[in-house]
Structures are given as C-alpha cells and as structure tokens.
C-alpha cells in the first residue's frame, strides 16, 4: 500500500475525497477502508499529519463540529486537483489493480489458515480416539481375571472434559479467523502456533 500512496500520492486522493464535500478524519479513514474493501485502511497516525500539512499548504481548511475537525477543500485544493487530473486517474487504477491483488491474498491466507484448522481438529480427533483405546486396553489390562465389568472408554470424566475443550477450542478459533480482521503477519503467526499445538500433542502421544 505504501506503493500506491507514495510521491504525494496519498494527499492527491485526499483532495479527491474532499472535493466531494467535506469530511473528518475518520471519515476520511473509513471512505479509503471502504475503497479498499476493507483490507486497508490508513492509521490516524498517517491521515491527521497530512491534513495539517495540506492546511498549511493552502489546500484544504477546517471548522471545529461538535468537538470535530471537519476538513474542506480551498480553491487552491481544487486547482491542484485539475493540475494533476491524469495523474488521479493513473492513481485509481493502480487502487483497482491493488484491490485485485489484496482479495487473491487475502483469499489466499483465509483458505491456508481454514485447512490448518480442519488438519488441527483431524489431528486433534485421532489423538482423541487413541486416547480412549489407551485408557481402554490399560482399564482392561488392570481388571483382575474373571472381572465381567466392562468400562467403557467414553466413562472417562478427563476425555468427556478434552472432548468438551477440543470442540470449544475449535468453535473459538473459527470465530476468530472470521470476524476479525488480521494482518498478513497474524495469519501467519495464527498458522505456526496451529501447527506447533498439533507438534506438541503428536510428541506428548508418541
């Protein structure tokens, strides 16, 4: 993103929102968040320091509304936006074409982190099943001779209790992955600590 916004980029498409009538800052925000389907979206960081430079520059001005900056576009906003008319056209296909890119990766990761989290509850599941044959063949094991009874595996309170954590571990982890909005670097980091879990569970059942 810092590709598509760089030489001046960014305060250029600001003008371009604010030629459409003004705006506060977290609109501004939430207009370029929108614009980009929701995979982007600038800081507070990043928008509020060009705005004062912007008005210090002449470009745009702002009233004080309910408590609010609300910034509009100068005369000399609107000339520098049809002094670079074919350089915002440029801008928003290079938007489009990012928009494209971000939606295959962020299709991408969502698919990755989905089949971890199907390979984790398989894994999960087997050690469940070699869980109770273990408890079973030692309950058997520990009968004495003759012993009629016949325990079943599923009379375990500790593997009902794992049964009752695997699903709610994996219902929470759906959740997560998707209702939220994560970066690229906590998918990642969601999919090691998958695969480390499952690791960690494969060694302790060896």
Not at 10 to 27: N, T, V
Not at 70 to 83: F, H, K, N, P, S
Not at 131 to 145: D, E, L
């Amino acid at each position: 993103m810092t590709a598509v916004f760089s030489h001046g980029r960014l305060r250029l498409y600001l003008l371009k929102l604010l030629d459409d009538g003004p705006k506060h800052g977290y609109e501004l925000i939430r207009l370029l968040e929108d614009r980009f389907l929701g995979l982007y979206a600038p800081s507070a960081g990043t928008i509020y320091p060009r705005l004062q430079r912007m008005e210090a520059e002449g470009l745009v001005t702002h009233t004080a509304v309910g408590g609010r900056k609300v910034y509009e576009i100068t005369e000399a906003g609107r000339a520098e936006l049809r002094q670079r008319a074919d350089e915002l056209s440029t801008l928003e296909a290079d938007i489009g074409a990012a928009v494209e890119d971000l939606s295959a990766l962020a299709g991408e990761i969502h698919n990755e982190v989905r089949g971890s989290v199907r390979d984790l509850k398989r894994e999960l599941r087997e050690v469940a099943r070699q869980t109770r044959q273990g408890a079973w063949t030692a309950s058997a094991a520990a009968r004495p001779a003759g012993d009629g009874g016949s325990a079943r595996p599923d009379d375990s309170p500790l593997l009902a209790e794992f049964d009752k954590r695997l699903a709610a571990f994996t219902v929470e982890v759906g959740a997560l992955v998707r209702a939220r909005r994560l970066s690229d670097n906590q998918l990642r980091t969601a999919i090691r600590m998958l695969d480390g879990a499952a690791e960690g569970l494969r060694r302790l059942f060896r």
